[in-house]
């Protein structure tokens, strides 16, 4: 068999040239990372940045956990983003894909899209589940911001809407959470 008509054992012409004006991944990663903290709303990005900038936050968070095949999270989210705009100074709002993340949103015990957790201090404060319509999304935001503004509230009762009580089946998602991390 000649060479000619034989498999050739070099690669193709062209492909390890660099492309045209690629950037140096040092600085992909650099910009990759700006666009995650920019804008009124943080993507998580792993276990650390929740903790880092979810749980050890000085001012409450809103955490939107949603996936990409979710349609009421997809509808949810400009409202998110609104809420985001306009509240931003004063309560911080981040998003998770659970899909991105498995093992944080097992965690947390999301076992419903979306779901909006509420923390301030590494505590869980309140949580949503399902699909919310901009004007129960806006009242709940209002209501964690009077919570802020006060001294610390007294803690719910089992009936209450706003907090729900721990259970045997979900003993872990009310309280802290920092543990989870190794926070020590």
Same mark, same amino acid.
Request: with cysteine.
């Given at each position: 068999m000649s060479?000619?008509?034989?498999?050739?054992?070099?690669?193709?012409k062209?492909?390890?040239?660099?492309?045209?004006?690629?950037?140096?991944?040092?600085? #992909?990663?650099?910009?990759?990372?700006?666009k995650?903290?920019?804008g009124p709303v943080?993507?998580?990005q792993?276990s650390?940045?929740?903790e880092?900038?979810?749980l050890?936050? *000085?001012?409450?968070?809103?955490?939107?956990?949603?996936a990409?095949w979710c349609?009421?999270c997809?509808?949810?989210a400009p409202v998110?983003?609104?809420?985001?705009?306009?509240?931003g100074e004063?309560i911080?709002?981040?998003?998770?894909?659970?899909?991105?993340?498995p093992?944080?949103a097992?965690?947390?015990?999301? #076992?419903?899209l979306p779901?909006?957790?509420a923390f301030?201090e590494?505590?869980?404060?309140d949580?949503k589940?399902?699909f919310l319509?901009p004007?129960?999304i806006?009242?709940?935001?209002?209501?964690?911001?009077?919570?802020?503004t006060?001294a610390?509230?007294?803690t719910?009762d089992a009936?209450s *809407?706003?907090?729900?009580?721990p259970t045997?089946?979900n003993p872990?998602?009310l309280?802290?959470v920092?543990g989870w991390?190794?926070?020590a």
């Amino acid at each position: 068999m000649s060479k000619k008509s034989g498999k050739n054992s070099k690669s193709k012409k062209g492909t390890n040239k660099p492309r045209k004006n690629s950037m140096p991944a040092s600085k #992909r990663m650099a910009s990759k990372k700006a666009k995650v903290d920019s804008g009124p709303v943080l993507t998580i990005q792993s276990s650390a940045h929740f903790e880092q900038k979810v749980l050890q936050s *000085d001012k409450p968070y809103v955490v939107d956990f949603w996936a990409e095949w979710c349609g009421p999270c997809k509808a949810m989210a400009p409202v998110f983003k609104q809420m985001a705009e306009q509240h931003g100074e004063e309560i911080g709002f981040a998003k998770v894909d659970t899909e991105r993340l498995p093992k944080l949103a097992e965690r947390m015990n999301i #076992r419903s899209l979306p779901t909006l957790i509420a923390f301030h201090e590494g505590e869980v404060v309140d949580v949503k589940i399902g699909f919310l319509s901009p004007r129960i999304i806006e009242k709940w935001v209002l209501k964690l911001k009077k919570r802020n503004t006060k001294a610390p509230a007294p803690t719910a009762d089992a009936s209450s *809407d706003e907090v729900a009580a721990p259970t045997a089946s979900n003993p872990g998602l009310l309280g802290k959470v920092k543990g989870w991390f190794g926070a020590a």
